[in-house]
């Protein structure tokens, strides 16, 4: 099992930044490539971004290209999610899910409960 608690959400003008981190208990983190998710009200949950287990591969959906920028300390157990330039259309709660692959279509086994960003224009 992995538990993941995600944190650094709250309320931005459009334009501003946010840095959410995402803190793993359980099993060996760096076994397991990271990635973000979001679910803005009355639309499905789409990918953000993932990395790699080592950090060594990040790949990112068009929409936040240039904009957010993924990273991990595995060291500290934790996956973050720097977030600049941002838009009224990046409010959603945001996930952070681990997976044992990494790659297009990978299985994420474990959710954390989510962290609200809103992004006011």
């Known amino acids: 099992q992995v538990q993941l608690v995600e944190s650094g959400g709250g309320l931005v003008q459009a334009g501003g930044s946010l840095r959410l981190s995402c803190a793993a208990s359980?099993?060996?983190?760096?076994?397991?490539?990271m990635g973000w998710f979001r679910q803005a009200p009355g639309k499905e949950r789409e990918f953000v971004a993932r990395?790699?287990?080592?950090?060594?591969?990040?790949y990112y959906a068009d929409s936040v290209k240039g904009r957010f920028t993924i990273s991990r300390d595995n060291a500290k157990n934790t996956v973050y999610l720097q977030m600049n330039s941002l838009l009224p259309e990046d409010t959603a709660v945001y996930y952070c899910a681990a997976s044992p692959d990494y790659g297009a279509g990978s299985r994420y086994d474990y959710w954390g409960q989510g962290t609200q960003v809103t992004v006011s224009s």
């Open positions: 990395i790699s287990p080592r950090a060594f591969s990040t």
């Open positions: 359980g099993r060996t983190f760096s076994n397991y490539a």
